[in-house]
């Protein structure tokens, strides 16, 4: 018995580690791009899943739907990072980009609007209300709770994280590892 869940545990750390070299191969090679002149769907990825998996497997069921033309859009075209981006006297925009939460969630909207993916209703979900139960209850900040580890106390619109959070998992955890692997240096 035991033979069989340290099997398990082999599959599962080879997919893991599988996962991980995938997103440092996408970050590095978005790394050198200017994501401002790049479609939103081309980059944005729904939270819970990895870059790979959404560009290859999922994304064409949703890319043909009708309102879809939003997720057309460049980055460079949005106002709100643009907006950001003027300010802070930026006009490159790669995965290492520190934004702040609040900007990244509009984006996602703007996204996730556009791409009409159909919605997993939680039965803490709830229309009503707004502010920090709004925003505990995002995607993206679920995701920067689960795998950035993150402490819900410190959740904020004006919270810096890595453009990489929009792009999945995998890029997201190959973002984390680079830093992590920087700061031990």
Same mark, same amino acid.
């Given at each position: 018995m035991s033979d069989n869940i340290n099997k398990k545990k082999s599959r599962k750390e080879q997919k893991g580690a599988g996962v991980i070299e995938n997103g440092l191969k996408i970050l590095h090679q978005l790394g050198n791009i200017?994501?401002?002149?790049?479609?939103?769907?081309? #980059? +944005?990825?729904?939270?819970?899943?990895?870059?790979?998996?959404?560009?290859?497997?999922?994304?064409?069921? *949703?890319?043909?739907?009708?309102?879809?033309?939003?997720?057309?859009?460049?980055f460079g075209e949005n106002t709100i990072l643009q907006s950001w981006m003027n300010v802070k /006297?930026?006009? *490159?925009?790669?995965?290492?980009? =520190? +934004?702040?939460?609040?900007?990244? #969630?509009? #984006?996602?909207?703007?996204?996730?609007?556009?791409?009409?993916?159909?919605?997993?209703?939680?039965? /803490?979900?709830? =229309?009503?209300?707004?502010?920090?139960? *709004?925003?505990?209850?995002?995607?993206?900040?679920?995701?920067?709770?689960?795998i950035g580890k993150f402490s819900a106390n410190h959740i904020m619109p004006s919270l810096l994280v890595p453009f990489a959070l929009l792009m999945g998992r995998d890029v997201y955890k190959a973002y984390l590892l680079e830093e992590e692997k920087k700061n031990k240096k």
């Open positions: 200017n994501i401002l002149n790049v479609p939103m769907h081309a #980059i +944005i990825v729904p939270a819970g899943l990895t870059f790979a998996a959404w560009h290859t497997r999922k994304s064409d069921r *949703f890319s043909h739907q009708k309102g879809g033309g939003a997720g057309n859009v460049l /006297n930026l006009s *490159f925009l790669n995965p290492n980009t =520190m +934004i702040p939460l609040g900007v990244l #969630i509009l #984006i996602y909207n703007v996204f996730d609007r556009a791409i009409q993916l159909p919605k997993k209703r939680d039965s /803490n979900d709830s =229309m009503e209300g707004g502010g920090d139960s *709004f925003l505990l209850n995002h995607p993206l900040v679920h995701e920067l709770i689960k």
